[in-house]
């Protein structure tokens, strides 16, 4: 299969939610892990999740976990998860994840053609969406 890079995103106690949310938005198989699941029932953190990955039809790949008690959460801006695509599910993926968050730059056509927007969805997670414009 060779090697992949998909994004793993970082949450505090809520990746479960979070996870969900992005299978109703994109679809696909949402494989989650607690710790508990992964041999630790008896630890603080049991109902945290370890390991989750969604694998949409599309092909895109997200994983997540939540953070350790005691190791500081520091949700920023510092990384933003990139979708792409030449397809009307695009703008729908960006209308779903907007739902209780913040559209930062609304999805428009943008000077080089393509249409683009930004948010910051309801998890405190960074989409930057682009729809490319048909070539011909």
């Not at 949700?75 to 209780?100: C, W």
């Not at 056509?109 to 997670?125: E, H, M, T």
Request: proline share 6%.
């Amino acid at each position: 299969m060779g090697s992949q890079l998909n994004p793993c995103l970082r949450f505090d106690g809520n990746a479960r939610q979070a996870m969900e949310f992005y299978q109703e938005v994109f679809g696909g198989e949402l494989e989650l892990g607690t710790i508990a699941d992964f041999g630790a029932p008896d630890s603080p953190d049991a109902d945290k999740v370890m390991h989750s990955r969604l694998d949409t039809p599309d092909g895109y790949t997200l994983m997540a976990w939540d953070g350790r008690e005691g190791v500081p959460y520091h949700p920023g801006n510092s990384v933003a998860v990139f979708l792409d695509g030449d397809g009307s599910e695009i703008r729908d993926h960006f209308e779903k994840l907007s739902a209780g968050g913040t559209v930062t730059m609304p999805l428009e056509k943008q000077s080089w053609g393509d249409a683009a927007g930004s948010l910051v969805d309801r998890f405190g997670i960074t989409w930057m969406v682009n729809i490319t414009r048909p070539q011909g």
